[in-house]
Every structure is written in structure tokens, then in C-alpha cells.
Nanobody, 121 residues
């Protein structure tokens, strides 16, 4: 069974940095596109960043120039480097991966359980 596990969240002061990781495991043939979403308390989940299989990245306007998404194909891992953090970046960060299952070649999105990021002012 495919699973995603995020790590790297925590408490940081405004202006600081964190690096999130998302490791995909299981019967994976290929990870197509992947990315990060976040959800602040009382708000809807929102898009943060995405990377495709060719490493082409896209970002929400609110994080452009501060966050960088990357991936390691060999390790089935997606990263989110977050710099110049602001209290508005506080929330639970969720990773998703669009994965082809090597058992039946089916393609679907998988989600992790999230990692908490808290930025203090």
C-alpha cells in the first residue's frame, strides 16, 4: 500500500526557515506530479506549491520567492524549503503525490497526514 509521511514541521520565529520532507513508500512505479497544500485553523486547505515529473515548479503567489519545492526521484521524496517565514504561514502542511501503482498501473493521488508549522511573531 502506498503511504506518504511528512516531517520537518515545528515552531520557528518569523523570518526563520524550515524544510519539510515527504517520503512516499510502497508499490510505486512512478511519481508524476506532487506538491504541498496547507490548512490554517478555521480556514480551507490551500495550494502552496507543485512540481511535475520534469521538475517544473509552480507556487501560490503568497509564497513565491520564499518557498522552494524540489524532489528526489531515487528517494521518492518531495521537499519544501521555506524561508522568510511569516506568522501567516502557520498551518498544517499536507503533501500529495500523483502515483502510478506498479501492481496494476493505476494512477491516483495520495495524501499524507500533515505536519504542523507554527511561526511566531
Amino acid at each position: 500500500q502506498v503511504q506518504l509521511v511528512e516531517s520537518g514541521g515545528g515552531l520557528v520565529q518569523a523570518g526563520g526557515s524550515l524544510r519539510l520532507s515527504c517520503v512516499a513508500s510502497g508499490p510505486i512505479s512512478r511519481i508524476n506530479h506532487a506538491g504541498w497544500y496547507r490548512q490554517a485553523q478555521g480556514k480551507q486547505r490551500e495550494f502552496v506549491a507543485r512540481t511535475d515529473i520534469m521538475h517544473v515548479a509552480s507556487y501560490a503567489d503568497s509564497v513565491k520567492g520564499r518557498f522552494t519545492i524540489s524532489r528526489d526521484h531515487d528517494k521518492n521524496t518531495i521537499y519544501l524549503q521555506m524561508d522568510s517565514l511569516d506568522p501567516e504561514d502557520t498551518g498544517v502542511y499536507f503533501c500529495y503525490c500523483n502515483i502510478q501503482d506498479r501492481r496494476d498501473w493505476g494512477i491516483k493521488d495520495y495524501w499524507g497526514r500533515g505536519t504542523q508549522v507554527t511561526v511566531s511573531s
